[in-house]
């Protein structure tokens, strides 16, 4: 079965901490994406991978094939970073045209 | 415009009604997806337009639901005979082509059935 877990569900953090968010998923894929939902709803595509490691300012996102996982880390947190963090990946094996989506994890960061 | 824009914002209907929820995609995207986030859940997929070829709808929850995209850009996604479990947001999103591209997402069209 396809599917995308997420963890942590919801995640406290303090300013200025380290915040790493994991996904991971049951078979191969050929493409990941790290959404980014804010409290208003509006969603913003944050990162697409399909291996290596792809980094903008203090986000840093990895992903290893082998192991079918990428964890999304933010360094130096702030309070604007608050928001739902969601993992979507693209099955080989499912619909050729569909993401699946993980439940997502909401991060709150702390002033 | 700039972005993937959708109308309207907010709809609030009564059980039993139609509602058409409208999704202009990016120039140029060829590809356009319909996700549904009901309250507390995960995003779910719903349809995929791609171009001319005929549309994926094996996301949609039942024949109440039914979208159509004209000339290739404009979508309308139409519920009839709205029940209170269609309360949700509904996302569209468009990329360049293939799913694997990066998606760009609307604003969302949130719904509440009554």
């Known amino acids: 079965k396809n599917e995308v877990e997420q963890s942590p569900q919801n995640l406290t953090a303090q300013e200025g901490e380290f915040i790493t968010i994991n996904c991971s998923y049951s078979?191969?894929?050929?493409?990941l994406h790290w959404l980014q939902q804010h409290p208003g709803g509006g969603i913003v595509s944050l990162f697409m991978?399909?291996?290596g490691k792809k980094k903008h300012g203090r986000l840093i996102a990895p992903i290893n094939i082998q192991e079918k996982h990428s964890s999304l880390h933010i360094t130096a947190s702030h309070p604007r970073d608050s928001a739902v963090y969601i993992c979507?990946?693209?099955?080989?094996?499912?619909?050729?045209?569909?993401?699946?989506f993980g439940s997502g994890t909401q991060l709150t960061v702390l002033p | 415009g700039a972005g993937v824009s959708q109308s309207p914002s907010n709809k609030v209907t009564e059980k039993g009604k139609d509602v058409e929820l409208r999704c202009d995609p990016i120039?140029?995207?060829?590809?356009l997806y319909w996700y549904r986030q009901s309250l507390g859940q995960g995003l779910e997929f719903l349809i995929y337009?791609?171009?001319?070829?005929?549309?994926?709808k094996s996301g949609l929850p039942s024949d109440r639901f039914s979208a159509e995209r004209t000339g290739g850009s404009v979508s309308t996604l139409t519920i009839q005979r709205t029940q209170q479990e269609d309360s949700a947001v509904y996302l569209c999103?468009?990329?360049?082509?293939?799913?694997?591209?990066?998606?760009?997402f609307g604003p969302g069209t949130r719904l509440t059935v009554l």
């Open positions: 999103a468009s990329s360049l082509d293939r799913v694997a591209n990066e998606q760009f």
């Open positions: 078979v191969g894929i050929s493409a």
């Open positions: 991978l399909s291996s």
């Open positions: 979507a990946v693209k099955f080989i094996s499912g619909s050729a045209r569909q993401l699946t």
């Open positions: 120039s140029g995207h060829t590809a």
């Open positions: 337009f791609q171009g001319n070829s005929a549309p994926d």
